[in-house]
């Protein structure tokens, strides 16, 4: 039978992401202080070892890359900014530019400095504020090489386990105040967005979220976060895992008939694409800034992604204005509470050795990348 050929749009964005915690190594944040399990150690050394992971970035003919800087590094004191921190995400936004790989950067990627956090966090009056003045000083140092600005990654998300759940950092749990801090984190966002783009007026300025197709929680939450802020977004981030988080015990029978990745979350690849529906009503662009599973022997990753851009494909046709595709992600990494244990790199990491492997499905995303296209 012969396959189609199913292209994307004219300079689409094909990356991967990251996020600083969970790649860098050596870093001190309310995260490394909490305990053993907290603490992502050296992780993979990317701190050191970045020039190599772009490398393999621009192997698999990425033309952007999704990361975050950490805040803890940058401003380790109360309004001490360290200049040869700085200094080192400079040179991590140039190598970037120097392999043609446009830097998508992330302010606030669910890590605070321990000052930040002792001062309660989110829940300090000021912190809208105190985020605002980060914001400013990171604009004015990378205006001329940054573009696209993501200022929070799910808020959602980190919300509901920090405040609701009470498993992360800051450990609490109260429905008062998970709402107090998603407010303060809307303000923080339009405080960051009205500084970025008065520094830099020509920037593109957006929040990644994560929504699946029926995730309760994070419906009412993200819409109602995107109306509060629709005149302070200049596009919208996607994070896209799974379609559901019910526990229902009919979800469970259902899911055990479906394919589930290693931390046994259902693949519903025709989820994003009703997602992506729902988004058009914004009248933004889309990014996809995530959409990866845990699959440790590599033997799901690709279709994964192929059928997943299958319905992503669907969705622009359709009108939905979706501008780029960064897959979690490009090296395996600390996935949070779960610790090392689950692999969602399109490249292997030894952690003993800490050498680079590209995984199988990394030559297929390679393919697709090249050009501009699936086949199915």
Request: charged share 30%.
């Amino acid at each position: 039978m012969k396959s189609e050929i199913l292209k994307f749009p004219q300079k689409f964005y094909w990356g991967t992401a990251t996020s600083a915690y969970q790649v860098e190594g050596g870093i001190k944040n309310d995260w490394s202080v909490a305990g053993e399990k907290y603490n992502a150690g050296l992780a993979c050394d990317h701190y050191n070892r970045y020039e190599e992971d772009f490398n393999l970035a621009k192997e698999m003919n990425n033309n952007a890359h999704r990361f975050s800087i950490e805040w803890a590094r940058i401003e380790p004191k109360e309004g001490e900014f360290n200049q040869k921190e700085i200094e080192h995400y400079r040179k991590v936004i140039l190598a970037l530019k120097e392999k043609n790989l446009e830097p998508f950067v992330t302010l606030y990627h669910w890590t605070l400095p321990i000052w930040f956090a002792e001062k309660g966090g989110w829940l300090n009056k000021d912190a809208p504020r105190y985020f605002e003045r980060f914001a400013e000083r990171m604009a004015e140092e990378y205006k001329d090489l940054v573009k696209f600005w993501i200022t929070l990654n799910e808020p959602n998300i980190y919300t509901f386990h920090s405040f609701l759940r009470g498993i992360w950092p800051p450990f609490i749990r109260s429905w008062f105040k998970t709402r107090q801090v998603f407010k303060q984190l809307t303000e923080s966002h339009k405080k960051a967005y009205q500084v970025i783009r008065q520094i830099s007026p020509d920037a593109k300025v957006g929040i990644a979220y994560l929504k699946g197709k029926s995730m309760i929680v994070s419906c009412e939450w993200i819409y109602k976060f995107l109306d509060s802020i629709k005149n302070y977004q200049d596009f919208i981030g996607l994070n896209y895992y799974v379609s559901s988080f019910s526990r229902s015990l009919w979800a469970i029978i259902i899911r055990s008939k479906k394919q589930i990745t290693d931390l046994g979350w259902q693949i519903c690849p025709e989820g994003i694409y009703h997602v992506l529906k729902d988004l058009k009503k914004y009248r933004r662009p889309i990014f996809i800034t995530e959409n990866g599973l845990a699959d440790r022997k590599d033997e799901k990753r690709a279709g994964f992604i192929i059928n997943h851009l299958k319905w992503v494909h669907k969705a622009i046709e359709e009108g939905a204005d979706v501008r780029g595709y960064f897959h979690w992600s490009l090296i395996d990494n600390f996935e949070w509470d779960k610790g090392f244990e689950p692999r969602f790199g399109l490249i292997e990491i030894d952690y003993q050795t800490l050498k680079r492997i590209p995984r199988p499905s990394a030559r297929v995303y390679a393919e697709i990348c090249k050009n501009n296209a699936i086949s199915i």
